[in-house]
């Protein structure tokens, strides 16, 4: 339960059924215009609405879910270039990095891995993940309106992965007749972002173009103990040029008809060098072509109600190629394309009463999905997903607030069969400054091609990993309860309780693993279990009018049940997860000077990490030291249209060359120009 996602309510109001629109968040006008020194967890005065919790709009303070929102205003107040930067910084989230070569960014939610937090842009599945892992760096911040974070199993609404939470990201749309921007930034490890965008708005349609071109060259940590032969790097060099084309459409007809359209690709190149003892250096590259095409038609009645059709296309093409340095006897070259087509249809309906209300949500999707990849071997290359699901928001009394949210979906997968996910919720509001949520659901994660049909031979190593066909899906139980105060003048604080069960996991446990001719087989079963929970506490407080602070601690307990070489269940802690982790920020935000400035930071708890030699099935646990993460922006706008900036990442240099690749002490400095006009080009001003 986010503090920093709920609005207070200026009195209490029926939930906001589908006449606002189901992906675009309020208005938002020039960063200048925000009033001074905003609570940043907070939202601001004026309404937001968010569809993520729900799948339909509704102002953020009337939802019985928690939502986090990070709207516009704060994503350019904290400086990041990419969704990955922007959520390190976020309380109670967890972004994990992976070496160069092997993987991106994904967030753990709840202690939860990052395989099991599903990612959206508008409402719609990502496809493209790596070793399980959506890399959170390909979503550049120049795209991106608002962001929206739902803790806690999810798959009631939006089915498979959503097990720890839902990432929505709300691209960005045009507002104003005119609007046009240009930003640069350039900072240490030649780190250079470029990105324009342009957009038109009209009584009837609106087009928007953004694109941007991003590079940095990786880096290198420093290890006393690294071997003279090692010349692996710690982060991956990136080029990233990416293009975004959104229009929408309201026909003069009798009904209230609205089309949206958003067409989007993007190109990546990523490298790095992985290092394999005793001397083998591995120059690895990834180049991925990524495009999605999405028409959205909807049509709205005063009941008030929609109907809506989501049209959805989804190509990843990504080029692995490994090539050892002083030799070609290992090189490799592996593609991997995934396509997704969706359909869905939703239907939104609120019935509003004198003293409750009604607002149900029924929808329906179906989706293919094919692969080809080398290592995923035989005929079932291609799944078909067909899902129902139903939700009832019931506002049960207005004074006080009482909210009743049961929900249930409904899955069938060509791969394992069916599956029902329901989820309950739950709202109260004794007082106008308190507010109680309370959740229960169940979530799960389905296999994927690789853990069902992976072929894969390390013949100089002498193993092999092999998928199963007969694979079930994960599952979840998840429990999720808190308490919001809110002063709105100046403060807020929080309190929430998360506690997750995963059964069923998926692992190739190494006690498990079989010899054949002198070769280690390991294979995916479903086998382990797994428990997170703790508590998290929030507050925020604005002071001198100016100034802000916020801060938040959580506690967590995050364990592991893996089987011992007698198939025994064994409990240890889960890798990557500090049991006590905090975080702060001092904000500085004068709106006649133009002037803001922001300190942030981090702090992390000893965390374990695993050591593990897969042939020999030896698994060791090691501790990393504690750290602190510190970063410091300073922006000055002048002559209303341009803003400069310079700010420090991770000040306090933290990482660590075997576990943590985190970027080391870094500059930028930058500039953005904004320019719109209030009334379309060649119109006069009314007086």
Request: net charge negative; aromatic share 10%.
């Amino acid at each position: 339960m986010a503090l920093c996602c709920v609005a207070a309510r200026a009195e209490p109001a029926p939930a906001e059924g589908p006449e606002a629109p189901a992906d675009a968040p309020a208005e938002v006008d020039a960063p200048a215009e925000a009033e001074d020194a905003p609570l940043p967890f907070t939202i601001d005065a004026r309404e937001v609405y968010v569809s993520t919790a729900s799948r339909t709009s509704q102002a953020i303070g009337d939802t019985a879910v928690t939502t986090q929102v990070l709207g516009r205003d704060k994503i350019e107040a904290s400086g990041a270039e990419n969704l990955a930067e922007l959520l390190e910084e976020q309380p109670g989230l967890q972004v994990q990095r992976g070496f160069a070569g092997a993987g991106g960014a994904g967030v753990q939610l709840q202690g939860l891995d990052p395989r099991y937090t599903l990612i959206l842009v508008d409402g719609q599945r990502v496809t493209g993940r790596i070793n399980g892992v959506i890399d959170l760096t390909r979503f550049q911040a120049e795209d991106i309106e608002q962001v929206e974070i739902v803790q806690g199993p999810s798959s009631s609404l939006y089915g498979s992965d959503a097990m720890g939470g839902v990432i929505n990201i709300i691209t960005r749309k045009s507002k104003k007749p005119y609007e046009s921007e240009l930003h640069a930034s350039y900072g240490s490890f030649n780190t250079a972002d470029l990105s324009a965008r342009t957009g038109l708005r009209r009584e009837r349609w609106g087009l928007s173009l953004t694109g941007g071109w991003h590079h940095t060259d990786g880096f290198t940590l420093p290890d006393p103990e690294r071997l003279e032969a090692d010349q692996s790097t710690s982060g991956n060099a990136q080029n990233n040029a990416n293009v975004a084309l959104a229009a929408d459409y309201s026909p003069d007809v009798p009904v209230d008809l609205r089309v949206g359209t958003r067409v989007d690709f993007q190109h990546r190149d990523v490298r790095g060098v992985l290092f394999s003892a005793p001397r083998a250096n591995y120059d690895r590259r990834n180049l991925t072509r990524i495009v999605n095409a999405t028409v959205t038609p909807e049509i709205r009645w005063s009941a008030p109600a929609r109907l809506r059709f989501i049209a959805r296309y989804a190509y990843f093409n990504d080029l692995l190629t490994s090539d050892q340095r002083g030799s070609d006897a290992m090189d490799s070259r592996e593609r991997t394309i995934d396509q997704i087509a969706e359909l869905t249809t939703q239907y939104d309906h609120t019935l509003d009463g004198p003293l409750t209300s009604h607002t149900i949500t029924t929808g329906a999707q179906t989706s293919f999905e094919q692969i080809e990849a080398a290592r995923v071997t035989g005929d079932n290359r291609r799944r078909y997903r067909y899902a129902l699901y139903a939700q009832d928001e019931w506002l049960i009394a207005r004074e006080p607030w009482v909210m009743l949210v049961p929900s249930a979906r409904l899955d069938l997968d060509s791969q394992f069969g069916g599956v029902v996910t329901p989820k309950i919720a739950g709202r109260v509001d004794p007082l106008r400054w308190l507010t109680l949520r309370a959740s229960y659901g169940l979530g799960f994660r389905a296999p994927d091609f690789k853990e069902l049909y992976l072929q894969f031979a390390n013949q100089s190593v002498g193993y092999v990993v092999i998928g199963n066909p007969e694979l079930k899906p994960e599952y979840s139980r998840g429990f999720n309860g808190g308490a919001e105060l809110r002063a709105r003048e100046w403060g807020q604080l929080s309190v929430a309780y998360f506690h997750n069960q995963i059964d069923n996991l998926i692992a190739t446990p190494t006690s498990l693993a079989l010899f054949e001719n002198g070769t280690t087989v390991f294979q995916y079963i479903n086998i382990s279990e797994a428990q997170t929970r703790g508590v998290e506490t929030r507050a925020a407080l604005r002071f001198l009018k100016h100034f802000a602070l916020d801060g938040s601690y959580t506690f967590m307990d995050a364990r592991d049940r893996s089987p011992d070489e007698d198939g025994v269940l064994q409990e240890r802690p889960l890798p990557q997860r500090p049991r006590h982790q905090g975080a702060f920020r001092l904000s500085f935000h004068h709106q006649e000077w133009g002037t803001r400035a922001q300190l942030r930071g981090a702090v992390f708890g000893r965390q374990p990490f695993d050591t593990a030699t897969l042939v020999e099935g030896d698994t060791d646990t090691v501790y990393l030291d504690p750290y602190l993460s510190l970063d410091v922006r300073v922006s000055q706008s002048f002559l209303k249209h341009f803003t400069v900036f310079v700010g420090a990442d991770n000040l306090a240099n933290a990482g660590d060359p075997n576990f943590l690749p985190i970027v080391p002490r870094s500059f930028y400095g930058g500039v953005t120009l904004r320019y719109w006009l209030d009334e379309p080009l060649g119109r006069p001003r009314r007086r």
